[in-house]
């Protein structure tokens, strides 16, 4: 085939020298990373923060022996000792209201110097960070609230109201559960950019609608408060499940598996399974924060676990 190919190209490219094809310059640049969606009425612009570098996966996802991390990933054509996740946030234009969800990495290079594009999305698809609503967090890790001010402390999103978890709040910023370096750089940064907010957040509850359309459904065990949300309009929805999952193979393909950032990583298991099951049998989509772009798909069955299907980007609104 390889051959076939081949000569199929040379046959083509038979009239053309070969020093008019290398006039063409080489761009080096990508189409924005941004793409947009409708579900019922509702607008949704999905906005990369960038990836989340996390270097060897086998050092992250756990429970299980390394060579099988490394395994299932390049059975999946997937780099097994060099993991970059994407940081998938998305702004819901709904019901007169702009709402963001999850603010991404910010100033915090403490997952490489990938993270931090959340603002030049947002510009490039046309929103600007003044229209903002509100300000949805999924729950209080770095790579969601890291985002919400700037490097002075200055608020990103001046005219939003921030909705989270109390749980999750009183957690992430509380100064003595700093038992680790890396819960230390996560609560350090957490009080960074959730402190100046204290007097606009408003907390919501599970099974609560805090937000025309928008309803909150707690998923703990990564953290104590995360939480998943259902978006509704006329008739349609999907959910995005936040970090249920980290990855679209691992901790889907094999739910049993845990991840090094887990509060209670027996707890998330068992929230990953009621939750893929769930979305599965009743066939909803999903948009998931970590996996690659633009992160939007179904679950289904498989085996022991699940598969992630993702769906086809549509290119015409």
């Given at each position: 085939?390889?051959?076939?190919?081949?000569?199929?190209?040379?046959?083509?490219?038979?009239?053309?020298?070969?020093?008019?094809?290398?006039?063409?310059?080489?761009?080096?640049?990508?189409?924005?990373?941004?793409?947009?969606?409708?579900?019922?009425?509702?607008?949704?612009?999905?906005?990369?923060?960038?990836?989340?570098?996390?270097?060897?996966?086998?050092?992250?996802?756990?429970?299980?022996?390394?060579?099988?991390?490394?395994?299932?990933?390049?059975?999946?054509?997937?780099?097994?000792?060099?993991?970059?996740?994407?940081?998938?946030?998305?702004?819901?234009?709904?019901?007169?209201?702009?709402?963001?969800?999850?603010?991404?990495?910010?100033?915090?290079?403490?997952?490489?110097?990938?993270?931090?594009?959340?603002?030049?999305?947002?510009?490039?698809?046309?929103?600007?960070?003044?229209?903002?609503?509100?300000?949805?967090?999924?729950?209080?890790?770095?790579?969601?609230?890291?985002?919400?001010?700037?490097?002075?402390?200055?608020?990103?999103?001046?005219?939003?109201?921030?909705?989270?978890?109390?749980?999750?709040?009183?957690?992430?910023?509380?100064?003595?559960?700093?038992?680790?370096?890396?819960?230390?750089?996560?609560?350090?940064?957490?009080?960074?950019?959730?402190?100046?907010?204290?007097?606009?957040?408003?907390?919501?509850?599970?099974?609560?609608?805090?937000?025309?359309?928008?309803?909150?459904?707690?998923?703990?065990?990564?953290?104590?408060?995360?939480?998943?949300?259902?978006?509704?309009?006329?008739?349609?929805?999907?959910?995005?499940?936040?970090?249920?999952?980290?990855?679209?193979?691992?901790?889907?393909?094999?739910?049993?598996?845990?991840?090094?950032y887990d509060t209670d990583a027996r707890q998330a298991v068992k929230t990953r399974l009621k939750m893929l099951s769930f979305l599965a049998e009743n066939r909803i989509p999903i948009l998931a924060y970590h996996f690659a772009w633009?992160?939007?798909?179904?679950?289904?069955?498989?085996?022991?676990?699940?598969?992630?299907?993702?769906?086809?980007?549509?290119?015409?609104?």
């Amino acid at each position: 085939m390889a051959l076939g190919a081949s000569a199929g190209i040379g046959l083509g490219l038979g009239s053309i020298s070969t020093s008019a094809l290398a006039r063409a310059a080489k761009l080096h640049v990508q189409a924005p990373y941004w793409y947009r969606f409708n579900v019922g009425e509702a607008e949704i612009t999905v906005v990369s923060d960038g990836w989340q570098m996390l270097g060897d996966p086998s050092n992250s996802f756990l429970g299980v022996p390394k060579d099988e991390v490394r395994k299932e990933l390049t059975d999946n054509f997937m780099n097994p000792s060099d993991m970059n996740i994407e940081l998938n946030s998305f702004v819901v234009n709904s019901n007169g209201k702009m709402v963001l969800f999850d603010t991404g990495l910010g100033t915090s290079k403490m997952f490489g110097p990938k993270g931090g594009l959340l603002a030049k999305s947002l510009s490039d698809a046309g929103i600007k960070r003044e229209d903002i609503d509100a300000v949805v967090i999924s729950h209080g890790h770095i790579d969601h609230i890291g985002g919400i001010v700037d490097e002075s402390g200055a608020l990103m999103y001046p005219n939003a109201q921030v909705y989270m978890s109390q749980a999750d709040f009183d957690y992430w910023t509380d100064e003595r559960q700093m038992d680790s370096p890396w819960k230390k750089a996560f609560i350090i940064h957490a009080r960074k950019n959730l402190l100046p907010v204290r007097d606009r957040l408003i907390f919501f509850k599970d099974e609560q609608e805090f937000l025309p359309g928008i309803t909150a459904i707690a998923a703990p065990g990564h953290t104590l408060g995360h939480t998943m949300f259902n978006v509704e309009s006329n008739g349609q929805s999907f959910f995005f499940v936040g970090d249920v999952s980290h990855h679209s193979v691992l901790l889907i393909e094999n739910p049993r598996m845990e991840f090094l950032y887990d509060t209670d990583a027996r707890q998330a298991v068992k929230t990953r399974l009621k939750m893929l099951s769930f979305l599965a049998e009743n066939r909803i989509p999903i948009l998931a924060y970590h996996f690659a772009w633009p992160g939007y798909g179904h679950f289904v069955k498989q085996g022991e676990g699940f598969r992630y299907l993702p769906a086809p980007m549509n290119m015409n609104l």
